[in-house]
């Protein structure tokens, strides 16, 4: 069964800092993983898709199929990066793409 | 375009009323979801339609139907809620391109409490 894990439910770091937020994901299968954000008061949205090896916000995540982690990385922390991150693992059925979410890291960026 | 829409906003209900949840998209997505999130568990996945005139069961099901009335909509219902199915229900769609993996798109969510 697939399973996504995000270790830190919270996580605070000063602007400027760089700040990596966590993600490790079982699943038997070729994984496609994902970084959904939800800032403030605005929808749940896709940050960036590991199949498109982008940049999006300064933010990039590699996929390591052998530590089984797609961890998310920007050099320098700005304060509008403060938001609730989710990682996400994909899989393929009857044409629909099921994601299974981590919990979920709230990052705080502190001025 | 508006997107995901998503009505009510808010809700409260007594324990064993029943309710329906709307989603309505206008992006000619062809797969649509319902989610579920608790605190501290992240998003669920309730049921999904892949297509128009097909619904599946995701995660966490039980106690919940749901239509696919056309492309655009597609609803959630609770017969009989329960204090357990306090929570925030999110709709989301995707194109669904046989074999491609692709963004979902979410609505802003609708808070429901069960007393």
């Known amino acids: 069964a697939q399973r996504v894990t995000q270790p830190e439910k919270l996580l605070s770091v000063f602007k400027g800092a760089p700040v990596e937020l966590k993600c490790n994901y079982s699943y038997s299968g070729s994984p496609e993983l994902f970084w959904y954000v939800q800032y403030s008061r605005q929808r749940l949205q896709l940050l960036l898709r590991h199949i498109s090896r982008e940049s999006i916000k300064g933010f990039t995540a590699d996929l390591n199929k052998g530590e089984t982690s797609f961890h998310l990385k920007k050099p320098f922390a700005q304060e509008e990066d403060s938001a609730m991150y989710y990682c996400?693992?994909?899989?393929?059925?009857?044409?629909?793409?099921?994601?299974?979410f981590g919990t979920g890291t709230r990052l705080t960026v502190i001025p | 375009n508006a997107g995901v829409t998503q009505t009510p906003k808010f809700q409260v209900l007594k324990t064993g009323q029943s309710m329906t949840l709307q989603c309505a998209q206008d992006m000619n997505h062809n797969s649509m979801y319902w989610y579920r999130q608790d605190p501290g568990m992240g998003l669920r996945l309730i049921y999904y339609?892949?297509?128009?005139?097909?619904?599946d069961k995701g995660e966490v099901p039980n106690g919940y139907n749901v239509s696919r009335l056309n492309k655009r909509e597609f609803s959630l219902r609770l017969e009989s809620a329960a204090p357990s199915q306090t929570s925030v229900y999110f709709c989301?769609?995707?194109?669904?391109?046989?074999?491609?993996?692709?963004?979902?798109?979410f609505g802003p969510g609708t808070r429901l409490l069960v007393l």
């Open positions: 996400a693992l994909t899989t393929l059925q009857t044409g629909a793409n099921n994601l299974f």
């Open positions: 339609s892949a297509s128009e005139g097909t619904t």
């Open positions: 989301a769609s995707s194109e669904a391109l046989a074999g491609a993996q692709e963004t979902q798109y």
